[in-house]
């Protein structure tokens, strides 16, 4: 950057835009330095109707539909994927599987890696079938945490998922939205500030772990315990 000159950076799905004034130097008549951003990407956030329709909060209201009638909250995403998160939470599980990587899903101990994967639908059961009646080195039989979740009906009769680290990414990036349409539309538990599963994994005896309301998200060891709630498509 020319000495003097003025940068300004835009975009509707930057935020948390970082410059750190002491890291910048000078050379002649031009400086260097360093900039951090985190890229968002926009999507939308609305109430699936157990029919499929979406609508917003407000036009939810304004019909008068009973919680029960709510599948969930969907979060509509143009390029990544759409996904719907069911209602309520599930149970503190493990993920299972210590000492197996289970093959055909993304494994990567890389953060900027491991948040691309976007395909908790096709995850989920490759875990499951890899796992079936395994015992692990902790003690762990199967794979509770995506077992859970694969158990889980919606309230449109769809089965459920263990979502992945890519998809919980637009969980968080999108958490205000998505606590509002809990708390005050449709009777659903609150996404709490511990970290839940995915299904994700990031190596032999580790898997992808990820906070709702913050990233980043953390890598812990399969027998852990977290919190887990269901997605579907």
Request: net charge negative; hydrophobic share 35%; aromatic share 12%.
């Amino acid at each position: 950057i020319k000495y003097g000159t003025t940068v300004k950076v835009v975009g509707s799905e930057i935020e948390n835009l970082m410059v750190s004034d002491g890291s910048w130097s000078f050379s002649g008549t031009s400086c260097t330095g360093n900039i951090s951003m985190n890229y968002v990407e926009a999507a939308d956030v609305y109430i699936q109707h157990i029919d499929g329709t979406l609508y917003t909060p407000e036009d939810w209201a304004s019909k008068g539909f009973a919680n029960e009638k709510a599948n969930g909250v969907a979060v509509v995403r143009p390029i990544s994927g759409s996904f719907v998160i069911a209602k309520e939470n599930g149970p503190n599980l493990a993920w299972g599987g210590y000492d197996t990587t289970i093959t055909g899903i993304v494994t990567s101990t890389s953060l900027s890696t491991a948040v691309l994967d976007n395909d908790g639908a096709g995850n989920t059961p490759k875990i499951i079938e890899q796992l079936a009646g395994v015992t692990d080195s902790q003690g762990v039989t199967g794979a509770p945490a995506a077992e859970y979740c694969a158990g889980y009906t919606f309230p449109n009769g769809k089965t459920g998922y263990l979502g992945s680290l890519g998809e919980w990414k637009g969980v968080v990036d999108n958490y205000d939205k998505i606590y509002m349409i809990l708390a005050n539309y449709i009777g659903g538990d609150a996404l709490t500030i511990y970290s839940y599963w995915t299904s994700t994994q990031g190596s032999v005896s580790n898997s992808w772990g990820s906070f709702p309301n913050r990233l980043p998200p953390i890598s812990s060891r399969k027998t852990a315990e977290y919190k887990v709630r269901a997605f579907c498509p």
